[in-house]
């Protein structure tokens, strides 16, 4: 599994997972993606087959329905969390990513609550 983390997560975040616990993240400044629009960033998951995680709930709700294929987006709808709730959070959003499965054109809401849905991306 491979993933992209939005600018609204810390890089920090994308480097503990790497280091760590040895999986495939990468944040947008390491792309050269801060400030990028949102199709952009969107794009550059898809071209890397990466499952793109945001806080960014609205604008990719959308994006995800204007899509015809994307590796999947993970769409977090807690407010603020420190560096350290982040990167707690994203390891529960892997394991579960790891049970639910595949999440190509499917989005993975993570509630307010910590609850996680698998659903597909909304229709156009």
Same mark, same amino acid.
Do not use: W, Y
């Given at each position: 599994?491979?993933?992209?983390?939005?600018?609204?997560?810390?890089?920090?975040?994308?480097?503990?997972?790497?280091?760590?616990?040895?999986?495939?993240?990468?944040?947008?400044r390491d792309?050269?993606?801060?400030g990028a629009?949102?199709?952009?960033?969107?794009?550059? !998951?898809? /071209?890397?087959?990466? +499952?793109?995680?945001?806080?960014? *709930? $609205? #604008?990719?709700?959308?994006?995800?329905?204007?899509? &015809?294929?994307?590796?999947?987006?993970?769409?977090?709808?807690?407010?603020?969390?420190?560096?350290?709730?982040?990167? !707690?959070? /994203?390891?529960?959003? +892997?394991?579960?990513?790891?049970? *639910? $499965? #595949?999440?190509?054109?499917?989005?993975?809401?993570? &509630?307010?609550?910590?609850?996680?849905?698998?659903?597909?991306?909304?229709?156009?």
């Amino acid at each position: 599994m491979k993933l992209l983390l939005d600018e609204n997560l810390s890089p920090r975040v994308a480097e503990a997972l790497a280091r760590d616990d040895g999986l495939d993240v990468c944040h947008v400044r390491d792309r050269g993606l801060l400030g990028a629009t949102d199709p952009e960033v969107l794009e550059r !998951a898809f /071209l890397e087959d990466r +499952v793109f995680v945001t806080k960014n *709930v $609205g #604008d990719f709700e959308t994006l995800a329905s204007s899509r &015809a294929l994307h590796a999947g987006i993970v769409l977090i709808e807690q407010g603020d969390l420190t560096r350290d709730e982040q990167l !707690a959070l /994203l390891r529960r959003i +892997v394991t579960n990513l790891a049970d *639910v $499965g #595949d999440l190509v054109n499917h989005v993975l809401r993570v &509630a307010e609550d910590g609850s996680m849905t698998k659903e597909p991306s909304p229709a156009t």
